[in-house]
């Protein structure tokens, strides 16, 4: 038994892949990486990420992402303490996360819809890199930075174990 | 009928989430033991996306109902129908989902025309074979843009079904059935039908055989009518399928028991579109029997029972199911078997039956067809010619017993219909 589904129009190259690959290069230019091993980590990972994304199956096509963020783990290890780094590799994440709204075997987005998908990272990461950046130089930033990652991590274990948290059922009327 | 409905509104996280998840938790413990605040700034965008999907997607159970009618003839099957949403979210934002029944091929892409707070579908499916199918309710969900969380859409739907059977089934009803009533002789009904004396006029329906149509009425008033008469007949028939497992395999018996319920549910409309009482038998292992009746409850009851049935796992012995169908149907019954006669088995059955007192009428799907199509080989040709040969033969044995017609092109079944009106045939048999 098949499936068809039926949708918009679908993305063909969509904004997310130049945004990836634009950002996971600026990462490997700041890094500590030699460039050219920091360049194979990148096309290696995206390529890799993308033949992934269009060949496989539904049920595989997730693990696209997996050689993505493999080599943008790899190149964040590897960079330095620094304002710019840190918002190079906060960027790098929301490409990711941008790539992923891009999906070709899904309907093309509406702008609004598009950007909404990577508002609430882009906001989380500014919000980090701005006490990070602005504060005094001191352990504060890096603390400020790591007590959002656990709020983050509690708020996501908290939905993960109550998901009808965000899944009310609607007021009963008469 | 009550409608379908697919499970409640449900929210879950893709798997892409729980990816993103573990690649944001592993770079938050990599950031910490290497004192790295760039991996603990790459995380933190993986850790937050799931869970800005799910809390910008819609709040709150999701529900929607849909009507539609199936259309087209022969083998184009055309469902259109509107998805209507009771929840405030934009239709732009869902997507459709629609599982093509086995035995269907998509003609071309599903058509979406979305309208605030409806969606229309449009589906274009093609049968190859002869089927009765019923139509899934389409599947809705709400997907964010990156696919990290889904949530689905109750959907309510009316029971659509797919009926698609030789043409030439229409006319069946007009066979001389063996009668059954108490009374012997012609016995006029209050029931209208298509033959007997006049009765009246009524518009007519677009698949009306010509004979019907009255043409003087139809030129006067400018728009077809047919006749109507007072049925003067009352018969019964029964029809057995044979749902026995057979030397052909799972997928080919499956295949050829497709056809085998497409062709009865036909022939039992046609029969019941003509007021005769029709009942149904499937026999497996053991016999699943609906007893004769009319009407249009008969109607969705052999339906109901043909869509349950499947082909069993254990042959039943032949005088098992002769046996039965006296618990069942009365003797003397016109009975229309339709079996493979793919090995001798199956033609046991006839004997048994004939025995027990039932006229019978084998309808037999071909397994021919099925097995050349799969074979593709230099010497198809040559085993093509061989099992037809096996086949006449068996069938040429069976006529001893009773007429059998070999169905191997699946669209056409004007054979059983002439051998049915011919009741001299069956009466030199007898």
């Not at chain 2, 005769?276 to 497996?284: F, I, N, Q």
């Not at chain 2, 669209?411 to 219909?417: F, P, S």
């Amino acid at each position: 038994m098949t499936a068809t589904s039926a949708g918009r129009e679908t993305y063909r190259l969509g904004p997310g892949l130049p945004v990836l690959v634009l950002t996971a290069l600026a990462l490997t230019v700041v890094s500590d990486w030699p460039i050219l091993i920091g360049l194979l980590l990148v096309a290696v990972g995206v390529a890799m990420g993308v033949v992934v994304r269009w060949e496989a199956g539904p049920r595989a096509r997730a693990l696209s992402v997996v050689p993505v963020l493999v080599a943008l783990v790899a190149l964040g290890a590897r960079t330095p303490v620094g304002a710019v780094p840190d918002g190079l590799a906060g960027v790098a994440g929301i490409a990711v996360i941008v790539w992923l709204a891009d999906d070709p075997h899904r309907p093309r987005e509406r702008p609004s819809r598009w950007f909404s998908a990577w508002s609430i990272p882009a906001i989380g990461v500014a919000i980090a890199w701005a006490s990070t950046a602005l504060l005094p130089p001191t352990a504060v930033p890096f603390g400020v930075a790591g007590g959002l990652l656990a709020a983050a991590l509690i708020a996501l274990a908290v939905l993960v174990r109550r998901p009808d948290l965000v899944d009310r059922d609607r007021a009963p009327s008469l | 009928m009550r409608p379908a409905r697919s499970p409640p509104s449900s929210f879950s996280w893709g798997p892409l989430s729980y990816l993103l998840w573990g690649a944001g938790a592993i770079a938050l413990i990599l950031g910490i033991l290497t004192t790295t605040p760039a991996l603990l700034f790459l995380g933190l965008p993986l850790l937050l996306a799931p869970v800005g999907a799910a809390l910008l997607g819609p709040v709150g159970p999701m529900s929607a109902s849909f009507e539609g009618r199936v259309v087209g003839s022969g083998r184009e099957v055309d469902i259109s129908g509107t998805l209507a949403l009771d929840t405030a979210v934009d239709p732009n934002e869902l997507e459709v989902e629609v599982r093509v029944p086995p035995g269907l091929a998509p003609r071309r892409r599903t058509r979406l025309e979305r309208a605030p707070g409806a969606i229309r579908i449009s589906l274009a499916w093609e049968a190859p074979n002869p089927l009765v199918a019923p139509v899934p309710a389409p599947e809705v969900f709400w997907r964010d843009p990156a696919g990290l969380v889904e949530r689905e859409v109750a959907v309510v739907s009316e029971p659509l079904y797919v009926e698609r059977y030789p043409p030439e089934l229409i006319r069946i009803g007009a066979a001389r059935l063996e009668r059954t009533i108490a009374l012997p002789g012609e016995t006029r009904s209050r029931r209208i039908g298509t033959s007997g004396e006049f009765f009246g006029i009524r518009d007519a329906a677009p698949s009306e055989p010509l004979r019907r149509i009255n043409w003087v009425a139809s030129a006067r008033a400018g728009r077809w009518l047919a006749n109507e008469y007072l049925v003067e007949r009352t018969g019964d028939v029964i029809l057995l399928v044979d749902a026995r497992p057979t030397v052909l395999g799972p997928s080919t018996d499956a295949e050829l028991f497709s056809l085998s319920v497409a062709a009865a549910y036909g022939i039992a409309e046609s029969f019941l579109r003509e007021k005769a009482r029709v009942g149904l038998g499937v026999y497996g292992e053991f016999l699943h029997a609906v007893p004769l009746g009319g009407g249009r409850t008969q109607r969705v009851r052999l339906r109901r029972a043909l869509l349950a049935s499947r082909v069993g796992t254990i042959a039943g012995p032949a005088e098992r199911c002769a046996v039965a169908a006296r618990r069942f149907f009365p003797p003397g019954v016109s009975t229309i078997l339709i079996s493979t006669l793919a090995d001798d088995d199956a033609g046991h059955l006839v004997p048994f039956l004939r025995r027990r007192g039932y006229p019978v009428t084998v309808l037999s799907p071909s397994p021919v067809p099925s097995e050349s199509s799969r074979a593709g080989t230099s010497e198809s040709d040559l085993a093509d010619r061989i099992a037809r040969l096996v086949r006449r033969q068996r069938i040429a044995r069976m006529w001893r017993d009773a007429p059998v017609l070999d169905w191997e092109d699946r669209w056409n079944l004007g054979g059983l219909v002439e051998l049915l009106r011919r009741p001299e045939r069956q009466r030199r048999l007898a």
